[in-house]
T-cell receptor
Framework: AQKITQTQPGMFVQEKEAVTLDCTYDTSDPSYGLFWYKQPSSGEMIFLIYQGSYDQQNATEGRYSLNFQKARKSANLVISASQLGDSAMYFCAIFRGSQGNLIFGKGTKLSVKP | DAGVIQSPRHEVTEMGQEVTLRCKPISGHNSLFWYRQTMMRGLELLIYFNNNVPIDDSGMPEDRFSAKMPNASFSTLKIQPSEPRDSAVYFC????????????FGDGTRLSIL
């Protein structure tokens, strides 16, 4: 069965610094996808970045990048130059290809300090 | 482009009442998902549909919960009778059925059962 583990319930980072949010996964599917979502205090779920298991390069989207280490089954999110607006919950999720749905981790609450 | 539209945004009702949550997915998306989010249990998948057909309803807590998707542009989640432990934020999401495509979430319905 697929599983996502986010071991950091909460993180603090100074504004303008980079921060890494951890995500490890477990799956028996040879082909899978990994997603990160942001949930600010207003409650909406915002898609950030996607990494495919066969992608040769780590995904990047603006200030977001994914440190994908397939052998270690980790897909850490890196946010560069943190901004106050980055304060939010961040969820890692794996696409369950055999069924077609996502499995979400418990999330990490990021707080950016001025 | 219009995103996933959920209604109502907030619902407060007394236990025992029927509650109906509504969702309009993004046009062209063929997968629709209902999630429930609570502090204790995080983000849980309740049920999802592909091409209007329910694929996996194993996350539906009990028979009091039911979901329908009569056509590609509308879905409902009903709770009858409602109980205080059903209080949560309910999200609807839609996507193209492709592992590389993200799920797009609605703004959620914050449900409070008194």
């Amino acid at each position: 069965a697929q599983k996502i583990t986010q071991t950091q319930p909460g993180m603090f980072v100074q504004e303008k610094e980079a921060v890494t949010l951890d995500c490890t996964y477990d799956t028996s599917d040879p082909s899978y996808g990994l997603f990160w979502y942001k949930q600010p205090s207003s409650g909406e779920m915002i898609f950030l970045i996607y990494q495919g298991s066969y992608d040769q390069q780590n995904a990047t989207e603006g200030r977001y990048s994914l440190n994908f280490q397939k052998a270690r089954k980790s897909a850490n999110l890196v946010i560069s130059a943190s901004q106050l607006g980055d304060s939010a919950m961040y969820f890692c999720a794996i696409f369950r290809g055999s069924q077609g749905n996502l499995i979400f981790g418990k999330g990490t609450k990021l707080s950016v300090k001025p | 482009d219009a995103g996933v539209i959920q209604s109502p945004r907030h619902e407060v009702t007394e236990m025992g009442q029927e509650v109906t949550l509504r969702c309009k997915p993004i046009s062209g998306h063929n997968s629709l998902f209902w999630y429930r989010q609570t502090m204790m249990r995080g983000l849980e998948l309740l049920i999802y549909f592909n091409n209007n057909v329910p694929i996996d309803d194993s996350g539906m807590p009990e028979d009091r919960f039911s979901a329908k998707m009569p056509n590609a542009s509308f879905s409902t989640l009903k709770i009858q009778p409602s109980e205080p432990r059903d209080s949560a934020v309910y999200f609807c999401a839609s996507s193209l059925r492709d592992r590389r495509q993200p799920q797009h979430f609605g703004d959620g319905t914050r449900l409070s059962i008194l």
